[in-house]
């Protein structure tokens, strides 16, 4: 709120951006703020921003902020342009928030639906999927889990009877594989994974669709946990305003 409100376009936006005051890590406090706008929205895509502009609406020195253009730089989050300044570039935090609402707003519903329409061949077939996870996470082979885990939730998504649905997600799936990321980096990440699968497994063969459900979310809202925070995201998941419908019961 520390712009005047005569200009327009990037000025404008930059005006929603909260003060910092100057203190001992101030390189990091505005690198966290212009991250934090960034994810939000507040400075959007393809935006063009001076290093003075920026450190007019936190009123610090052009030095601090230059210094946290440049580690954000590095995180692919804004891009310098030769004596114009940085450009606001898509974040993969808030293309990885959209794609895990998207997921959890599809295929919780999915796996509700799929608890009364599986069959003994897709149980099967889980259960295989399962057995690999397991003997994959056993041994910590990382591609061996996420090819299977992606595995197992397209033959719940399809039991769904949703085809269109099915590829849709496996689709958005590729985004997030493009991105490079995945949840796991230990040991007991991929112990967790698997129980979880085991947890919606045990939903389905019960033909609880609302076990399968909750099941699915605790699993996909903990995805998406690991996911953001892995990412250097903002400290909650989701927080694309939708978590009163996508988080929603989940405890
Ligand atoms: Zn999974």
Redesign the pocket.
């Known amino acids: 709120m520390s712009t005047k409100p005569t200009t327009e376009g990037p000025a404008a936006t930059e005006g929603a951006l909260r003060e910092i005051k100057a203190e001992s890590s101030l390189t990091d406090r505005v690198r966290d703020s212009i991250r934090e706008a960034i994810i939000d929205g507040q400075l959007a895509p393809g935006s063009l921003h001076s290093v003075q502009s920026l450190a007019n609406v936190f009123k610090v020195s052009r030095t601090p902020v230059r210094e946290a253009l440049i580690d954000l730089a590095g995180a692919d989050m804004v891009e310098f342009e030769r004596n114009r300044g940085v450009r606001i570039l898509q974040t993969s935090v808030h293309d990885l928030e959209e794609i895990l609402v998207l997921r959890i707003l599809l295929e919780v519903p999915a796996a509700f639906r799929a608890a009364s329409q599986i069959d003994e061949t897709g149980l099967e077939a889980l259960r295989m999927e399962l057995g690999i996870m397991t003997e994959a996470a056993r041994v910590g082979d990382e591609p061996t889990m996420m090819l299977h885990?992606r595995r197992?939730?397209e033959i719940i998504n399809s039991a769904s009877g949703n085809s269109r649905l099915t590829e849709y997600v496996d689709s958005l799936r590729d985004l997030i594989l493009t991105r490079g990321v995945s949840t796991v980096d230990t040991k007991r990440s991929l112990d967790e994974?698997v129980m979880?699968?085991t947890a919606i497994l045990a939903g389905l063969e019960s033909g609880d669709g609302d076990l399968a459900a909750q099941m699915m979310k605790d699993?996909?809202v903990h995805?998406a946990a690991l996911l953001l925070e892995q990412e250097g995201g903002r400290d909650s998941a989701l927080g694309l305003g939708w978590e009163s419908l996508v988080v929603g019961e989940t405890t």
Do not use: S
């Open positions: 885990d197992f939730h994974i979880e699968h699993h996909l995805t």
